[in-house]
């Protein structure tokens, strides 16, 4: 089984494009019925055996408790309540309008009040346009769906791996349906004081020191899928540390700088998964050192902080 088969962007762009769609009508839905959590934990979905979830929520909004998932394997969008009921539609054939009310109706006939106070895209360049009005979206190709999923749960295993090293804050590895990465973050206690004029999202995500990693599937600015990772606030001198391997480089990005590892050239590597392990460590080495985090009391090699395990508890 090859890690990462190629899937270049023009290969499923218009699937891409209503799938992201789907996904940020479902993501609004779950931003609204979920308890909120610190840096908008609780907004992104999680990678499931046959596609991606909400994971359960409602309760506390006066709602029965509910999930949403999508069936990428089945292509199928499903909704559930605990008392076992569930509804169920085929995403192929649907444009944005009518997956929307469809998606609607099946919350309803669960007694959830599924609606959503700004029905319109997130940052995308459509923003303007209300779900219910795209009739333009409805590209649905189910092969390139499958394989969206399959890379998106082969990066999720390899950040979780990622993951494992550190023992300090951490997010988990989350699907993201506002930029549609995968990614997972590192914090350090340090807060930054964001301005009020950077906006709510802006100052909860990042009140915190953060060094993140992740990983899109491409798109107008950088139209192939990559593995990326930043430090945020970025300090002095980051673009100037190595990354590895050698096809990895610094890429202005805003006011500041992306680490960037195209997914083709991770895929040309003799070992695609060290050479992705190895740009991420690099990554976090350059913008941690940089920032002044104790990378060493902060590391947990294999996920494990148990002295004994580690070889640092007391000879007996």
């Given at each position: 089984m090859e890690l990462f088969p190629p899937f270049p962007l023009e290969e499923w762009n218009d699937t891409k494009e209503t799938i992201h769609r789907f996904e940020q009508i479902v993501g609004k839905v779950?931003?609204?019925?979920?308890?909120?959590?610190?840096?908008?934990?609780?907004?992104?979905?999680?990678?499931?055996?046959t596609g991606i979830t909400t994971r359960p929520?409602?309760?506390?909004?006066?709602?029965?408790?509910?999930?949403?998932?999508?069936?990428?394997?089945?292509?199928r969008l499903v909704a559930s309540n605990l008392d076992g009921e569930t509804a169920s539609f085929p995403l192929q054939g649907h444009s944005v309008s009518s997956f929307y009310l469809r998606l609607q109706s099946a919350l309803d006939s669960l007694g959830v009040d599924g609606s959503i106070p700004d029905a319109t895209p997130f940052d995308l360049t459509d923003g303007d346009r209300p779900f219910v009005e795209d009739h333009q979206h409805a590209t649905y190709v189910p092969e390139h769906a499958t394989k969206y999923w399959r890379i998106l749960s082969r990066v999720n295993l390899v950040l979780e791996e990622f993951a494992a090293g550190f023992s300090g804050k951490t997010s988990p590895v989350h699907h993201f349906w506002h930029t549609f990465d995968i990614a997972v973050t590192r914090f350090s206690p340090h807060t930054v004081a964001q301005p009020r004029e950077a906006g709510g999202l802006v100052r909860e995500a990042y009140s915190r020191e953060v060094t993140s990693f992740g990983f899109w599937f491409g798109d107008d600015n950088v139209p192939e899928p990559c593995f990326y990772a930043y430090a945020a606030p970025e300090p002095d001198g980051l673009q100037e540390e190595p990354l590895v391997p050698d096809a990895a480089e610094w890429l202005p990005s805003g006011n500041g700088h992306l680490a960037l590892l195209r997914y083709a050239d991770a895929r040309k590597q003799a070992d695609p998964h060290a050479a992705v392990l190895a740009f991420l460590e690099s990554a976090y080495q350059a913008g941690a050192g940089r920032m002044g985090w104790d990378v060493d009391a902060l590391s947990c090699p294999r996920g494990v902080t148990d002295p004994y395990l580690a070889g640092r508890g007391p000879r007996g």
């Open positions: 779950r931003l609204r019925h979920s308890p909120r959590r610190n840096h908008w934990w609780n907004v992104p979905f999680h990678l499931t055996g929520m409602g309760l506390v909004d006066g709602n029965p408790v509910f999930t949403v998932d999508f069936d990428l394997v089945r292509h």
